[in-house]
């Protein structure tokens, strides 16, 4: 039997569902029932009727799945797959900077840990902070943690400031504008797609700064025969599949996100096998999470 025929297998007597993020591997988004970006995955996390979730991606992925689940057992491939980013702010730091705002509303990005969403007002993703942020009082102080690039992108956006954590995205980070520029000259008709969670620099180098599930819808409607894209790499096979007559070219080649690739079919298959490595959030951490989405999901 090969690896796919067993996780199937696998997947039907565990009674499972598969999530995939849009940068893991194509073979591992291949055998996933779902494969989106953090926005779509919350979404489909808190709606899931099976027994077991399997989510191939990042650990405070899989946390955020544990929250939204906490009677379904949720399991990671490999639990060392990790965010640099949400390693750049504890609840102790949070907490310290809340002290010095008492009145602020205190927002994550989803891409921090359990622990910090405990912290926190609201959570938002690159797909839909827009809209949440719309809905907090003009009037109120905004702390919003850890990326200082997705922040500065929606508070220019809604012309006000906010208290910004100094943390980013070491993949994203690595994007310039340069690389954009080479990117134009390259195919000088093509529409450069990039993250929020780039610079300031490289996004408004850009022509749109999407989610990577907003560039799978921009790139369902798009004219254009080519487009560039400034993310992750791995969101490549995705477009290509939903659209097969258009050209993807990445902005760089070097954006690849080690922790990202670590869910792998032979993992997969194993923590289907075993029902581990399970992931939990301990109360009342979990509790006091679980309302930071919540508020999200209500807003978007």
């Given at each position: 039997m090969d690896?796919?025929?067993?996780?199937?297998?696998?997947?039907?007597?565990?009674?499972?569902?598969?999530?995939?993020?849009?940068?893991?591997r194509p073979e591992v988004q291949d055998v996933a029932d779902f494969t989106g970006d953090s926005l779509e995955l919350a979404r489909r996390a808190a709606a899931v009727e099976a027994e077991t979730i399997v989510l191939c991606g990042v650990y405070f992925m899989a946390e955020t799945a544990a929250i939204l689940n906490p009677e379904k057992t949720v399991l990671i491939p490999d639990p060392t797959a990790g965010c640099p980013m949400a390693d750049m702010i504890t609840a102790d730091q949070l907490r310290a900077l809340k002290a010095k705002h008492p009145n602020a509303i205190a927002v994550c990005y989803v891409n921090s840990t359990a622990e910090v969403k405990a912290e926190c007002d609201l959570c938002v993703t690159s797909g839909n902070a827009a809209k949440v942020m719309a809905s907090v009082p003009r009037d109120r102080e905004v702390i919003f943690v850890p990326d200082c690039h997705l922040g500065e992108h929606i508070m220019r956006a809604e012309g006000r400031t906010y208290?910004?954590?100094?943390?980013?995205?070491?993949?994203?980070?690595?994007?310039?504008?340069?690389?954009?520029?080479?990117?134009?000259?390259?195919?000088?008709?093509?529409?450069?797609?990039?993250?929020?969670?780039?610079?300031?620099?490289?996004?408004?180098?850009?022509?749109?700064?999407l989610s990577t599930g907003g560039m799978c819808a921009y790139a369902q409607t798009c004219a254009a025969g080519t487009i560039l894209v400034g993310t992750e790499v791995g969101i490549l096979h995705r477009l290509r599949q939903e659209n097969p007559t258009?050209?993807?070219?990445?902005?760089?080649?070097?954006?690849?996100?080690?922790?990202?690739?670590?869910?792998?079919?032979?993992?997969?298959?194993?923590?289907?096998?075993?029902?581990?490595?399970?992931?939990?959030?301990?109360?009342?951490?979990?509790?006091?999470?679980?309302r930071a989405i919540e508020a999200m999901l209500r807003v978007s």
């Amino acid at each position: 039997m090969d690896i796919v025929e067993e996780i199937r297998q696998l997947k039907t007597a565990r009674k499972a569902v598969i999530l995939a993020h849009n940068y893991t591997r194509p073979e591992v988004q291949d055998v996933a029932d779902f494969t989106g970006d953090s926005l779509e995955l919350a979404r489909r996390a808190a709606a899931v009727e099976a027994e077991t979730i399997v989510l191939c991606g990042v650990y405070f992925m899989a946390e955020t799945a544990a929250i939204l689940n906490p009677e379904k057992t949720v399991l990671i491939p490999d639990p060392t797959a990790g965010c640099p980013m949400a390693d750049m702010i504890t609840a102790d730091q949070l907490r310290a900077l809340k002290a010095k705002h008492p009145n602020a509303i205190a927002v994550c990005y989803v891409n921090s840990t359990a622990e910090v969403k405990a912290e926190c007002d609201l959570c938002v993703t690159s797909g839909n902070a827009a809209k949440v942020m719309a809905s907090v009082p003009r009037d109120r102080e905004v702390i919003f943690v850890p990326d200082c690039h997705l922040g500065e992108h929606i508070m220019r956006a809604e012309g006000r400031t906010y208290e910004l954590w100094p943390g980013y995205c070491p993949i994203h980070d690595r994007l310039t504008a340069a690389d954009v520029a080479a990117a134009r000259a390259a195919h000088p008709t093509a529409p450069v797609l990039v993250h929020p969670e780039c610079s300031r620099a490289v996004r408004e180098a850009a022509d749109e700064r999407l989610s990577t599930g907003g560039m799978c819808a921009y790139a369902q409607t798009c004219a254009a025969g080519t487009i560039l894209v400034g993310t992750e790499v791995g969101i490549l096979h995705r477009l290509r599949q939903e659209n097969p007559t258009k050209t993807f070219v990445p902005v760089s080649e070097g954006i690849v996100c080690a922790d990202m690739k670590k869910p792998t079919l032979e993992n997969l298959a194993a923590c289907l096998k075993n029902l581990s490595p399970r992931v939990t959030v301990p109360e009342p951490v979990a509790s006091r999470a679980r309302r930071a989405i919540e508020a999200m999901l209500r807003v978007s």
